[in-house]
Structures are given as structure tokens and as C-alpha cells.
């Protein structure tokens, strides 16, 4: 009998969960219970700033850290550019999460809120900030309070230098844009806006603005701890760390969990409890994100790399299991018409062209129309890239990877009529919706 | 180092590589279908079935840049702008 032995490089030694450490519960993580968890907050002795400010930056950079918001921009790129614009830096934690098939940052925030705090306190600290805001959606009313209250405990201990405030924007998808938090706070409507100017060189106040989502602040409060060896211990060499990702669809315990990047998505599904059914089709990155098959998504290694190479979609790392009765038309369908919904209004294409894609895809879905599969792409092809903001360029996406992953459904619903998984119940969650049982 | 300027059409100076040149963009929220962008410089712009511009071309030639300009310039909503870009 042979026994393989694969030798454990020390680099796979790494403690996970990081962000979600401690106990198991919902409950928020108190000041104390934080810092027994992992140590104060390491912010230098007044006098040492400036140098230690830029090692800092350096840290995270060779972490490798991305930002965690979807777009995976490289954080320690980030940081510099600012810290280096002209005028004060201001920085905005975005913590609004408009997605509505993620609830990674919600369970962060409402969990370990002063890791995020710490992570606000530092970037402020490396970018030379004299203000930081947190923004959330204005109806998370009891998680606003609580933050107030874990920031309210930080100033009684005078953890930080500058005081964080927490600002409530309107709960919309298109309000939590950057560019839109940032025309909010300058006290202008919750909707982006056309760029340039960049939100990093002139943001709030017509000055340097850092936005970083909440779980990669959460990230630098533990790098700072631990160094970006430490950090890099988790994940593998082209995507290093953890991530938190929010798994939902035909699975046994759907849910919130922190996963090294590189871990197969089958491997997360298994995670949140195995399938229950067979699944068709995953969808990867959320609403802006698209549909993989699931046997080629399966394999695919959790990084922005792989699931991009694949087609896929990393996102804020949103993954949907669409089980074998359900019908990827009529949700997408019904994923369009809730996007065309939330529009914010300002570009012509954006809002005049949405409700026509959402329109064509419901025909498609449940009229089984024969000649709308090619109106689909044509309105697919006119609302890519239109708008001041990404908002048409995601439904777009999606509406495209619906009618590659679902091509066989397409021609099946042209020639037969919709099929029973119509009327399914709904897999994907849209707020306030009726329909979502 | 110290450099002057570099020339319009030269190396980005930033050495982000590229050249400068001026570019056609709509400002999609500022814009709201008067469609006489379509008229001026339908060379590089068609209006969709809303009649709003797409701009098929982003980089111009010489002797479109000025009908593009007066195109910029004719804009009631001031939507149409040439930009500074590397291309």
C-alpha cells in the first residue's frame, strides 16, 4: 500500500477565518473582546508619522491586497495615488451594500465592526486623511446605530486621531456607487456622476477621496497587524488572502463565509453545505456578474484571474447555485427588470434602453417570442457603455452570459413555449418584491 | 529630472505611453437627444433608436476635428466634448 504523502508548504499554514474570527454569533464584537481578539490598533507615535505612514503603504502593497468591492483594484496602488494628489485626502469606507445578493459587508459591519473602524483609522493614518466617513444605506437603521455606538466607544478610549462619521445614503443600487456617495455627501442627489474629475483626485470637497469597500479596510487593520507575509499565507501567489463571499440557490446552509482565494467553487459550495439539487448554472459576481455553466464553474479556482478567464465574474464575490427546475431566463428576466427599475435616471440609453432589454427578456422568458432572441443582443450592444456609471454595462453583461449559458432554453422556449421552471419559485432575491415568497 | 512640455502628439510625458490627442466623448447625463450631433458629424456619430449619439469613431482625423468641434460647439445641452486622451 502506498500512502502519498503532499508535503505542506509553510505558506498553507494560514488561520482562517481572519475577518470572521471569534465567535460564532451576530452579535457585534466589543471594543475589548476586538482587542483581545487581535491586539490595539498599531497606529505610530505622533512623532514617527510620515515615515511610517509610507512603510505602511508599502506593507500593503506587497500584500497584494485587492479591493473587495468588486472591481479588485490593487489597494496599496490605491492608497499611494492618494496620499500623492494634491490637497487633504478624505477618506469614505463604503459599507452601502446595493447588491442585492450579497450580505457580506452587512455581516461584517454588524459582526466585527471595529475591524473595520481600525482599517478606516489606518487608511485615513497612510493617506493623511482629516476626515473619514462610513457610509451605509439609510435604512440599515439598526446597524447605523450600532456603529455609532462601536465609534462612540473608540473616542471614549481615543483610539482614533480623527473622529469617524457615519453618514446614511439613500438605499438604492445606484447609491452606492462611489462617484454617487461622493455627489451625496457634497450635498447633492444619491446618482453618479460623469467623470472625469476622478472621485481619488477631486472627490468630497473638491479633494483627494480614498473609497475603499469595508471588507478590504477590514483587511488592512489585520495587515497592519500582522505584515503582508502573514497576509499572503492565505490564497495563492497571483490572489493572496482571504475573501468573504456570499453563497445562495440550491444550497443546504446559504450564507456569508470566508474563503481563501484559489478555492474551487465547487469546493465553497461544499462549504455552505453541499447542493440540494442538481444545479444548471452558477451565477458568479452577483447582478452585474454572469452565468457559468455549472460544470465548467465547478473546477474554477476562486481567484479574478480564473473565474475571469472563464467567462465569469468575480465581483464582491457572489455565488448563486440556479437549480436543474429552475428556468435562467425568467430569472435573468426578472434580474432586468428590477436593474431597469433602479436606473438612476440621468442617461438616455441607461433609461430608455434597460426597460426595452428587460422587455425582450421577458418575452423571451415567458412568451417563448420567436424573434426577440436577436433583439436582445441588438439591446444588449446599445446600452454597453452608455451611462456616466456601470450600471447598464452589468445588466448588460448579464443579459449576455443568460443567453450563452441558457442558449439551449432560448431555443427550446422559441419553439415550445416557456418551460415549467417559470413557475418555479424564484431563486434570485429582489427587494420588496412580491414574488419572492 | 526637469522636462518641459512635451509637443501634442509626442510620448505622454506621464510615460503611460500612448499619444495624446483629443478625443470625442458624450457626457451621457448631460445629454438629452437633440440629435443635432447626428447632423453635423454623422461620420462618427448615429443616433440610436432614442436618438441618442453613439460615437462610432473616437479618434479623428485632421479635417474631421473641425467639424467635430463646431459639432461641440453647436451642442444645446453642452453633452459633446473633445478631451485631451491617450488614444
Not at chain 1, 477565518?17 to 452579535?27: D, E, F, I, K, V
Not at chain 1, 454617487?180 to 477621496?209: K, M, W, Y
Not at chain 1, 440621468?346 to 424573434?371: I, K, N, T
Not at chain 2, 467639424?67 to 453633452?79: G, K, N, T
Request: proline letters at 8%; aromatic letters at 4%.
Amino acid at each position: 500500500m502506498t500512502v502519498e504523502v503532499v508535503p505542506r508548504p509553510l505558506t498553507r499554514q494560514a488561520r482562517v477565518p481572519r475577518l470572521l474570527a471569534g465567535p460564532g454569533t451576530r452579535q457585534p464584537i466589543g471594543l475589548l473582546e476586538h482587542e483581545r481578539l487581535h491586539g490595539q490598533l498599531p497606529l505610530p507615535p505622533a512623532r514617527a508619522q510620515r515615515e511610517s505612514a509610507g512603510r505602511l503603504i508599502d506593507v500593503i502593497e506587497r500584500s497584494g491586497l485587492t479591493g473587495r468591492g468588486g472591481a479588485g483594484f490593487p489597494t496599496g496602488r490605491k492608497l499611494r495615488s492618494v496620499a500623492g494628489a494634491k490637497g487633504r485626502p478624505v477618506v469614505l469606507a463604503n459599507g452601502a451594500e446595493g447588491e442585492p445578493a450579497s450580505a457580506k459587508d452587512r455581516l461584517l459591519l454588524s459582526r466585527s465592526p471595529h475591524l473595520v473602524l481600525d482599517g478606516i483609522s489606518l487608511a485615513a493614518f497612510v493617506v493623511g486623511a482629516d476626515r473619514a466617513f462610513l457610509a451605509l444605506h439609510r435604512q440599515e437603521a439598526r446597524l447605523g446605530a450600532s456603529l455609532e455606538a462601536a465609534a462612540e466607544a473608540r473616542a471614549a478610549a481615543g483610539i482614533d486621531e480623527i473622529r469617524i462619521e457615519i453618514v446614511g445614503i439613500p438605499g438604492r443600487y445606484v447609491s452606492s456607487e462611489q462617484s454617487a456617495i461622493v455627489q451625496h455627501l457634497n450635498g447633492g442627489p444619491a446618482v453618479p456622476t460623469f467623470s472625469p474629475p476622478r472621485t481619488h483626485e477631486r472627490g468630497f470637497d473638491g479633494r483627494p477621496t480614498l473609497v475603499n469597500n469595508v471588507e478590504t479596510l477590514a483587511h488592512i487593520a489585520l495587515i497592519a497587524r500582522h505584515g503582508d507575509r502573514w497576509f499572503r499565507s492565505a490564497g495563492v501567489p497571483g490572489a493572496p488572502g482571504t475573501m468573504l463571499v456570499t453563497v445562495d440557490g440550491c444550497v443546504a446552509r446559504p450564507g456569508v463565509y470566508e474563503i481563501e482565494l484559489g478555492m474551487p467553487v465547487g469546493a465553497v459550495l461544499v462549504r455552505a453545505g453541499g447542493l440540494t439539487e442538481p444545479a444548471q448554472s452558477i451565477l458568479t459576481g452577483g447582478y452585474f456578474g454572469t452565468w457559468l455553466p455549472a460544470d465548467i464553474a465547478w473546477q474554477l479556482p476562486l481567484t479574478r484571474r480564473d473565474v475571469t478567464a472563464a467567462g465569469g465574474a468575480l465581483g464582491a464575490g457572489i455565488i448563486v447555485a440556479l437549480p436543474e427546475s429552475s428556468c435562467g431566463l425568467s430569472e435573468t428576466a426578472r434580474v432586468l427588470r428590477y436593474l431597469a427599475g433602479e436606473t438612476a435616471g440621468q442617461c438616455g440609453p441607461c433609461v430608455f434602453g434597460l426597460p426595452a432589454l428587460a422587455d425582450a427578456l421577458a418575452d423571451l422568458a415567458y412568451q417563448g417570442e420567436r424573434r426577440v432572441s436577436g433583439q436582445v443582443s441588438a439591446l444588449i450592444g446599445l446600452v454597453e457603455g452608455r451611462g456616466a456609471c456601470k450600471h447598464p454595462d452589468g445588466a448588460a453583461q448579464l443579459a449576455r452570459s443568460a443567453l450563452r449559458a441558457f442558449s439551449a432554453d432560448v431555443a427550446r422556449h422559441r419553439e415550445r413555449g416557456p418551460c415549467y421552471g417559470v413557475r418555479r419559485r424564484p431563486v434570485l432575491p429582489i427587494p420588496g418584491d412580491m414574488a419572492d415568497w | 529630472m526637469l522636462r518641459g512640455p512635451a509637443p501634442a502628439g509626442l510620448a505622454d510625458p506621464r510615460g503611460h505611453g500612448g499619444l495624446v490627442s483629443e478625443i470625442l466623448r458624450v457626457n451621457p447625463i448631460a445629454c438629452t437627444a437633440h440629435g443635432i450631433c447626428g447632423e453635423l458629424l454623422p461620420e462618427v456619430i448615429q443616433l440610436d433608436p432614442w436618438g441618442y449619439p453613439i460615437v462610432t469613431a473616437v479618434e479623428l482625423t485632421d479635417e474631421l476635428l473641425s467639424h467635430a468641434r463646431r459639432a461641440v460647439a453647436s451642442c444645446p445641452a453642452l453633452a459633446l466634448v473633445l478631451e485631451k486622451g491617450r488614444t
